[in-house]
Structure formats: structure tokens, C-alpha cells
């Protein structure tokens, strides 16, 4: 079965509003990272965590490594954080890190 | 800024024909990797170098072959391509393979037709 899943697996916002976005895995790890792609297909990088919370404006994220899930807060959306967002959890047995499938995001006006 | 450089980023052949994309990383990283993102926007490492050296190896088609010719070089190079290997071919790099933070370039669009 899927090692990392995302949820939603899409999502439509009113600009403004808040959201929450979540990543559940079942492999050790000891980070997790999230990513922004944008339409032209660069992934942005957004937070690189080990376990706890880490905020940056609008966007906070929390890394839980007891309960194996990350949630993305986005607060007060904008129109340009439409895109897709991945997170990819660090596989501490084989140096990999195993992406989820992704939330694809639309903030509408 | 991008600090991981691909080239092409667009790149349309026939099936059969061999082809090979750049990587390159200015952050003075010991780690990169290969990945492919499908038609679902699933992402999938390919390979991984550490140093120069190959540590992740994924189940990929022998017709893939990546090349390292320093730590901040890997290029990406396939033999008679096929119409599933149309996808989007991201490089990235890291510190090091101990799960650090990892930086990807803008991608080689791949279509084969």
C-alpha cells in the first residue's frame, strides 16, 4: 500500500480563508519536507522538519513523529498559492524520500 | 533562486532514439538524485549519488543510465526511449544522503512520440 498519503486529495478555496492539509506515512523517518509546485512545474521548497512546528507567514507546519503524520496550515489564502502541494517523508533505512501523491490547491477569487 | 540546473527543459524525440539531459548543482552538495514525475504527477527517485558514487539504484529499465562525472554533475541519459518514458525528469540535490534537505531544479520535459 501507499508508504505516504495526502489528503485531500484536492481542494478548492475561497481567498481569504484557512485550510488544513495532511500527510499520514508508515515508514521511519526522522524529516519530513513540504513542497509547493507551481504551474510551470518548479517545486518550491516550503519547510524541511524534524519533529515539532515551524512557521513561515502564512504557512505553518507541524511534524508529528509519535502519531507518523505532518499537516500544512495555510492561513488567509492568496490566489498564488494555487498549485500542487507534496510532502516527502525521509526513509531513515535506505536514504530516500518516499512523496505522497499530492493536494492540488485552487484559491479562488 | 535556482541553485540546480537542468537542460534541456523540453525535449521531444522518437521512440528509439537515445537521449541525455544535464544536471548541475551550485550549493557544493555531496548528494543528488534523479526523479520522475508521470503523467499523474507522481514522483518516484530513479537514483541517487552520493560523492560521485551511486547509492540508490531504483528499479528503472536498463535502458536508463545515469553518468557522475564530479559530486555536482549528474546527468541523466537513456537508450532507445519508449512511450512511457514521457514525463517530467527532475533532478535535485542534498548536503549528504542522511536525509537532509533537498533542493530540486525546474525539470526536462520528456515526450516521446
Keep these: 500500500g501507499d508508504q505516504v498519503k495526502q489528503s485531500p486529495s484536492a481542494l478548492s478555496l475561497q481567498e481569504g480563508t484557512n485550510s488544513a492539509l495532511r500527510c499520514n506515512f508508515s515508514i521511519a523517518t526522522t524529516t519530513v519536507q513540504w513542497f509547493l509546485q507551481n504551474p510551470r512545474g518548479s517545486l518550491m521548497n516550503l519547510f524541511y522538519l524534524v519533529p515539532g512546528t515551524k512557521e513561515n507567514g502564512r504557512l505553518k507546519s507541524t511534524f508529528n513523529s509519535k502519531e507518523s503524520y505532518s499537516t500544512l496550515h495555510i492561513r488567509d489564502a492568496q490566489l498564488e498559492d494555487s498549485g500542487t502541494y507534496f510532502c516527502a517523508v525521509a526513509n531513515t533505512g535506505n536514504y530516500k524520500y518516499v512523496f505522497g501523491a499530492g493536494t492540488r490547491l485552487k484559491v479562488i477569487a | ?113
Design chain 2, 1 to 113: 533562486e535556482t541553485a540546480v540546473f537542468q537542460t534541456p527543459n523540453y525535449h521531444v524525440t522518437q521512440v528509439g532514439n537515445e537521449v541525455s539531459f544535464n544536471c548541475k548543482q551550485t550549493l557544493g552538495h555531496d548528494t543528488m538524485y534523479w526523479y520522475k514525475q508521470d503523467s499523474k504527477k507522481l514522483l518516484k527517485i530513479m537514483f541517487s549519488y552520493n560523492n560521485k558514487q551511486l547509492i540508490v539504484n531504483e528499479t528503472v529499465p536498463r535502458r536508463f543510465s545515469p553518468q557522475s562525472s564530479d559530486k555536482a554533475h549528474l546527468n541523466l541519459r537513456i537508450k532507445s526511449v519508449e512511450p512511457e518514458d514521457s514525463a517530467v525528469y527532475l533532478c535535485a540535490s542534498s548536503r549528504d544522503n542522511a536525509n537532509t534537505e533537498v533542493f530540486f531544479g525546474k525539470g526536462t520535459r520528456l515526450t516521446v512520440v
